[in-house]
């Protein structure tokens, strides 16, 4: 299902959950080998924080990123949001200690429509990797195209709202970044979601920002199209990227 995103609604779920992983804390032997915080400490801190973001609740979807509901700069906002999704990231990773696994998965998908009520407030988003794991984790519990297709809507906005010091990092050394799962997932939420307009949409960001994942990518998708009974017309979007991107070229 489709998270809200508002922050009543994120507060609400938050502190239900909270709760669950303090108690637990509380009732363990508490010897745990780490150096973080513990659990009510982290939770105080973001329940201050999710009240500050309360208080700058819009009227509208997307105002402008200081209108009188919202006082801070999309700087100020950039700071506290990534730091309100690393106070998630903690917490979820105390509720996998205290072998609290469902909880864990909750607290980490509620990073996902935090950035995206971040975005909506005009601030960039740099502490991706938690809201990269939950988006697809939410990705692969629906399977509705229609549904499919106000997912990818909201990984635009998170797309568009990411950092340039992340997405125009030239160090692509690294498989597992948050920036080329973000856009490969999006690319192939886009053909899920069986929209051929979509898919030239993501497709031309992938190429455009991984022109090095293209051709694997692309690839992987003429797998996938003759393995899975796909539509003529996605079809021939696939093709037409694999044609561009994977087919040799020769001099005459």
């Known amino acids: ?23 637990a804390f509380e009732e363990s032997d508490k010897d ?22 309360r208080q ?17 700069s999309g700087r100020d906002i950039h ?14 990773a105390w509720a996998g200690r205290l072998q609290l696994a469902r909880e864990a998965e909750q607290l980490e998908a509620l990073t996902f429509p935090l950035a995206c009520w971040i975005a909506r407030q005009g601030a960039e988003l740099s502490n991706l990797t938690s809201v990269v794991n939950s988006a697809a984790a939410l990705a692969n519990s629906i399977s509705q195209p229609a549904e499919l297709e ?14 340039p010091q992340i997405s125009e990092d030239p160090d692509k050394t690294s498989a597992s970044r948050p920036w080329r799962i973000l856009l490969i997932n999006r690319a192939i939420l886009a053909t899920r979601s069986l ?3 979509l898919m030239h949409e993501a497709f031309q960001v992938l190429v455009e920002q991984l022109p090095e994942e293209a051709p694997q990518f692309f690839r992987e998708g003429m797998e996938q199209m003759a393995a899975i009974d796909y539509p003529p017309k ?19």
């Not at 939770?43 to 201050?48: F, G, H, L, P």
């Not at 079809?235 to 001099?251: E, G, H, I, S």
């Open 195 to 197: 929209q051929p307009r």
């Open 32 to 53: 745990h080998a780490s150096t973080a915080s513990e659990p009510s400490l982290l939770v105080d801190a973001m329940t201050r924080l999710l009240d500050v973001f």
């Open 79 to 92: 700071v506290l949001g990534d730091y309100g999704l690393g106070l998630l990231g903690e917490l979820s």
């Open 150 to 163: 106000r997912l990818y809507a909201l990984l635009g906005e998170i797309v568009e709202a990411v950092s």
């Open 1 to 23: 299902m489709i998270p809200n995103i508002n922050i009543p609604d994120i507060a609400d779920k938050f502190s239900s959950l909270a709760e669950r992983v303090v108690a």
């Open 234 to 252: 996605i079809r021939a979007v696939m093709q037409q990227y694999y044609d561009t991107w994977c087919t040799p070229r020769t001099l005459h």
């Open 56 to 72: 700058m609740e819009p009227k509208d979807l997307h105002p402008p990123a200081e209108s009188p509901n919202n006082p801070l």
